[in-house]
């Protein structure tokens, strides 16, 4: 960058532009450098002219060396005393700064102005020789001058005219004179200056250039350490964003709990973090979660989970892991040893957290969990035969009394291969001839009239024996069988009620339905044509479905169906009422005849039940609908459930499923203390044979 020397020179401008500020500096920084040599320098050239003056009989030349060597020695006390900041390469401020240059400047303009006055003097003085050797000395000086004092301008310049032009004037007025030196002398002189001016020149670019260099390496590292600092900045936010994607990867986004690929992945390294020691596996399945999310829909189901999840996470000990497994299935690893009370404990803590109720949009919700442990590697060698052990335990503890805590045992796999077995068995059972059906009595509370039979199937499998319904029917709801099973009862019960004896030719066939099979297309017609074969009265079937149909889901098929259905003069009823949600406040939406209060109520008459099957009464009879209890098992809840307002009774006490059944005449006891009412429970004429 080109800067006009003036622009540079230290003693111009007061403007404290940075640079400038910086290139004057350096100027005299070079100028402090080359000062105490040059002071040393103008000495050695004193000594030898006044030696070769006091020589020729002139001795006032060492008075005047004496002069110059005391001015030598103030000179270099001050570039001392004022310039010893520029020695440390300090920047110096400016005040100091033109002190310096000042006692400098006045210093060579001094010792300029002492070789004037000896040059005047002691040119007259000397012989030819003696003038040349002088004359020599000066041009020296001058010479030296333009590149030592290249960093001043004004001053150099003058020191340079200072030497030169008292002996150019001395020379030609002097006797004899000596014209042809004081031309060259002037012509030197000349050229000096020109050779200062472009030595200063110089300097000055090559200052400028340097100090662009400086420039530029800074900017270069600027630049560097701002593309380094990207890089670094770039590099973090590809790790953030790679980790978040790895969290959303192995995270539940719903609970915030591991996911399915995450517990995978934490099972695995908890197994190879234990080197053999046993690592125990818990499979949590909610109970009751599929009523609320059915009955409340997804919504409140999400809530559930979140809350549920935050439950278990919470009281689990720190060294456990906790995973979503799917729908309403949670995973929980620790490295507990088997069989350690702890491993019960942690077992039994999560099982009390989902105890007290949830509470969400104003309703109460009780869930429970059902869990199931394996332990590592005995009853799984990798995660996932792990998973599937304590699943099973999970699966049994569901089937055989939920909210409780099983171990996995090597029987459980017998239950699941049992339960494939009766897959494949279902498959054939129709056409082989072994399914039948039993007659449950449902009789009137207050005079033990038989109103209905409830038909119930039975399995007899050619070579396991006789399965129970509980057991054959969830397997076949897990896949499209129980339409096919379902249509065939249905078939079956209508042709053998139309041949029932005289005594139950008004009463009602009640046929359990499958809410899968309810909602098959055609249902209407399965129904209609079944009806229609056997010649049985509408009016003489009743429909059992569970609380599942009022699932959200399928609110307007479910109505449309069960609608059409009721049309024909089909009866419907709500089976097992009150496992499930919202049914109350839902009642009167759907076309239903009767609600079946669950027998898990009837056996818990002393307890909390009693209160909600008054309630169920209460607002059965409200909607007109009926009320009949199942499970009665004894005179004492048949007394109970008559005095409370239900309607009808099933159960033992009254009568057992049989194929053929031979009703013992049953008294309704229980509807008076004094036995005035009897009911003879009649029995079909001919043997209920299933054909
Ligand atoms: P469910 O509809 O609640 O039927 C009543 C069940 O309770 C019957 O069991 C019956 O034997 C039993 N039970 C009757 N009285 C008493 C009693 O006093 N005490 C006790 N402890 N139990 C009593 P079962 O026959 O084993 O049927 C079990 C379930 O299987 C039925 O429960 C019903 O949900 C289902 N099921 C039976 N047959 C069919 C069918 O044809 N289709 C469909 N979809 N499900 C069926
Ligand atoms: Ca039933
Ligand atoms: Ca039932």
Redo the contacts with the bound molecule.
């Keep these: 960058m080109p800067l006009a020397p003036n622009a540079l020179s230290p003693v111009a401008g007061t403007t404290a532009h940075p640079r400038r500020e910086s290139a004057a500096f350096r100027l005299l920084a070079l100028a402090y450098r080359q000062h105490a040599a040059g002071i040393f320098v103008n000495l050695a050239a004193c000594t030898g002219v006044a030696a070769q003056v006091a020589s020729t009989g002139h001795p006032w030349a060492w008075y005047w060396l004496l002069g110059v060597g005391m001015v030598s020695v103030a000179r270099l006390g001050l570039h001392v005393a004022f310039g010893h900041r520029f020695g440390q390469g300090e920047i110096a401020n400016r005040a100091q700064r033109r002190r310096w240059q000042l006692a400098h400047e006045a210093g060579l303009l001094t010792a300029a102005v002492l070789w004037a006055g000896f040059v005047w003097t002691a040119l007259p003085t000397q012989p030819t020789e003696g003038q040349y050797l002088i004359l020599i000395v000066v041009s020296a000086l001058a010479s030296g001058a333009t590149g030592v004092l290249a960093p001043l301008h004004g001053a150099a310049r003058l020191y340079i005219c200072i030497l030169f032009v008292p002996p150019c004037i001395q020379l030609s007025i002097m006797q004899p004179g000596q014209p042809v030196l004081a031309t060259l002398g002037g012509l030197f002189m000349v050229v000096m200056l020109i050779g200062h001016r472009n030595n200063r020149q110089m300097l000055l670019r090559s200052l400028a250039l340097q100090e662009e260099n400086a420039g530029l390496v800074t900017s270069l590292r600027a630049q560097n350490d701002r593309v380094q600092h990207l890089n670094a900045s770039l590099e973090r936010r590809v790790a953030e964003r790679t980790e978040a994607l790895h969290t959303m990867a192995s995270h539940d986004s719903l609970t915030g709990l591991h996911n399915r690929r995450g517990m995978l992945q934490r099972i695995e390294q908890q197994i190879d973090n234990q080197a053999g020691a046993p690592t125990v596996l818990l499979f949590l399945d909610l109970d009751r979660f599929k009523q609320i999310n059915d009955g409340l829909g997804h919504d409140v189901g999400d809530a559930v989970l979140k809350e549920v999840a935050d439950r278990f996470a919470a009281c689990l000990p720190a060294d456990a892991t906790i995973g979503r497994w799917g729908g309403d299935e949670f995973v929980v690893v620790t490295d507990l040893a088997a069989g350690d009370e702890h491993c019960g404990a942690v077992a039994r803590a999560l099982g009390a957290s989902v105890l007290p109720p949830i509470e969400i949009e104003g309703e109460q919700l009780h869930v429970g969990v059902s869990i199931g442990i394996a332990i590592h590697p005995q009853d799984g060698a990798t995660p996932t035969a792990l998973i599937r052990a304590a699943d099973l335990a999970a699966t049994e503890v569901k089937k055989t009394g939920r909210g409780q805590i099983r171990f996995y045992d090597h029987t459980l796999s017998e239950v699941q291969r049992r339960r494939v077995e009766l897959s494949l068995g279902l498959r054939d059972a129709i056409a082989q001839g072994s399914l039948r059906?039993?007659y449950?009595p449902i009789v009137g509370a207050a005079d033990g009239e038989v109103i209905s039979l409830?038909?119930?199937?039975?399995w007899q499998h050619p070579t396991l024996g006789t399965i129970?319904?509980?057991e054959f029917?969830p397997i076949?709801?897990d896949s499209d069988r129980?339409v096919e099973?379902?249509a065939w009862?249905l078939r079956r019960?209508c042709l053998d009620a139309v041949v029932w004896g005289e005594d139950l030719r008004s009463q009602k066939v009640a046929?359990?339905?499958?809410v899968r099979?309810l909602l098959t297309p055609g249902f209407v017609q399965v129904v209609t044509d079944a009806l229609g074969d056997s010649g049985l009265l509408p009016a003489r079937l009743a429909l059992?479905v569970?609380e599942s149909v009022f699932d959200e889901q399928h609110t307007a098929l479910t109505l449309r169906t069960l609608g059409a259905l009721h049309r024909l003069g089909v009866s419907i009823h709500i089976?097992?009422f009150g496992t499930g949600y919202s049914s109350l406040s839902r009642l009167h939406e759907f076309p239903i005849d009767a609600i079946?209060i669950?027998?898990s109520f009837?056996?818990n008459l002393d307890g909390q039940a009693r209160t909600i099957i008054e309630g169920a009464i209460m607002i059965a009879h409200r909607f007109g609908l009926g009320v009949i209890a199942?499970?009665?098992?004894t005179p004492a809840q048949a007394q109970t459930l008559w005095a409370m307002g239900v309607d009808s009774l099933?159960?033992?006490?009254?009568g057992?499923?049989a194929f053929t059944p031979q009703w013992q005449p049953v008294r309704a006891v229980w509807a008076a203390p004094e036995p005035t009412a009897s009911a003879r429970i009649a029995t079909p004429r001919a043997p209920l044979a299933n054909r």
């Design positions: 059906i039993a449950q409830e038909a119930l199937l039975r129970r319904p509980d029917i076949a709801e129980i099973l379902g009862v019960a046929v359990n339905v499958s099979q059992e569970t089976d097992d079946k669950d027998r009837v056996a199942e499970g009665v098992e099933q159960g033992y006490l009254i057992k499923p």
